[in-house]
């Protein structure tokens, strides 16, 4: 089993950013798909999830962040517009099916400068 987060980096307030989590070794569909987030100091903050047709964000991202997957290449996208400083984090990909087969990436950063 294998999440290969990629993108992230540094960005401006107010611009957006994409980041990708190509996943492998698992049947994908059967996932629910989720991207959280670890701020320096603070604790993990799921930000938003996929399931089958039904999508979830947190309050702080609600209208600003957008998840979505791509079946064909299996890979979940985590598009993040308008950011602000308060985004700035590690941000990790999760795959879940049950409390057993449950992955994690190894976490990408992002840091938004003021």
């Known amino acids: 089993v294998q999440l290969q987060a990629s993108g992230g980096g540094l960005v401006q307030a107010g611009e957006s950013t994409r980041l990708s989590c190509a996943a492998s070794?698992?049947?994908?569909?059967?996932?629910?798909m989720s991207w959280l987030r670890q701020a320096p100091g603070k604790g993990l903050e799921r930000v938003a999830a996929?399931?089958?047709?039904?999508?979830n964000y947190g309050k702080s991202v609600a209208g600003r962040f957008t998840i979505y997957r791509d079946g064909s290449n299996n890979t979940v996208h985590l598009q993040m517009d308008s950011l602000e400083p308060e985004d700035t984090a590690v941000y990790y990909c999760?795959?879940?099916?049950?409390?057993?087969?449950?992955?994690w990436g190894q976490g990408t950063l992002v840091t938004v400068s003021s």
């Open positions: 999760n795959a879940r099916r049950d409390y057993i087969r449950d992955y």
């Open positions: 070794g698992f049947r994908f569909s059967s996932f629910a």
């Open positions: 996929i399931g089958v047709g039904r999508t």
